[in-house]
């Protein structure tokens, strides 16, 4: 892949004038949205500051896909890590999950366990990864970045309960998502809580993104010293730790970047 490759971001327009958007990253992912908008409403993304307008049908992430096709480029993957909460549209998404496992395109997820109940079914999916996005190792922060979500303690009891029962395989295919911010959640206690928290999931990777700033936002990335710094702390430590790639760190390709809009021309740039 060149180095000067760029991400190509699609604004798909929907029967009802709403408009979703997807993401290819110049890795070969096709990021897509599961919802329009987003009612878990977390402070540093764009998605879901207007709440949610409803779930996206099976044929609308089927869309998503072909105008990416239309374009003239194929994807490698898919992840659903766009707009939405993805649990929360679960019975269109495994549909949608089973129809590209018979094309066999790999699809992946990014959720935050919400609602928890449904986490377990979604576990027994043909899928290429699920990222649970919890940001926090202590339960103050994670209140302050995901204040709808299910909390640490309930998380990490419920992938207690199903981890036994878990191939190798499925293990190493779960991660979790911490969103680095400046000095909200890059600090030896935060880290130190999250190291705590991952001992029972040893076969976990813990990937560090990189926080691209969206408007009405003061949510900002730690420089890459510090991001080092925070990297090491878990490499000490034994974790499984990968750093954002440099395709999630251009333009719109980092973590809550993506919007619902209404009443704008459709493009891809
Ligand atoms: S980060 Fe994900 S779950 Fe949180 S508001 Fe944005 S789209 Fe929704």
């Known amino acids: 892949m060149a ?3 760029k991400n190509r971001k699609f604004v798909i327009p929907l029967t009802d004038n709403l408009r979703v ?3 290819w990253y110049a890795s070969g992912t096709l990021c897509l949205s599961s919802q329009a908008g987003c009612a878990l409403g977390c402070p540093f993304c764009a998605s879901g500051k207007n709440g949610l307008l409803r779930n996206l049908t ?12 239309s374009a003239g480029i194929e994807p490698e993957r898919l992840t659903l890590s766009g707009i939405g909460e993805p649990l929360q549209n679960l019975a ?3 549909r949608f999950m089973e129809d590209c496992c018979r094309q066999k395109l790999p699809v992946s997820l990014t ?5 928890l109940s449904r986490l377990t079914e979604l576990l027994q999916l043909p899928h290429n ?13 994670y209140r302050q970045l995901i204040p709808r979500g299910p909390g640490l303690l309930s998380l990490r009891q419920k992938l207690q309960e199903r981890w036994t029962r878990l191939s190798r395989r499925q293990r190493c295919k779960l991660g979790v998502n911490y969103l680095l911010l400046e ?7 935060e880290l ?7 001992i029972p999931f040893p076969e976990m990777t813990l990937h560090l993104l990189y926080c691209n700033p969206v408007p009405a936002s003061t949510y900002r990335s730690p420089s890459a010293e510090q991001t080092g710094l925070v990297h090491s702390f878990f490499r000490q430590r034994g974790i499984n730790v990968r750093r954002a790639n440099r395709w999630r760190q251009q333009a719109e390709g980092g973590c809550g970047t993506l919007t619902m809009r209404r009443n704008e021309t459709n493009f891809h740039s």
């Open 58 to 69: 099976r044929e609308e992430l089927h869309l998503q896909l072909e105008s990416c096709r």
């Open 92 to 94: 269109n998404l495994s």
């Open 21 to 23: 958007e997807a993401v």
């Open 111 to 115: 959720t935050t366990g919400t609602p």
């Open 3 to 5: 180095r000067n490759a």
């Open 183 to 189: 000095g909200i959640n890059d600090q030896p206690a």
């Open 129 to 141: 990864g699920i990222m649970l996005s919890i940001h926090a190792g202590t339960e103050s922060i």
């Open 192 to 198: 130190g809580a999250l190291a705590d928290w991952l």
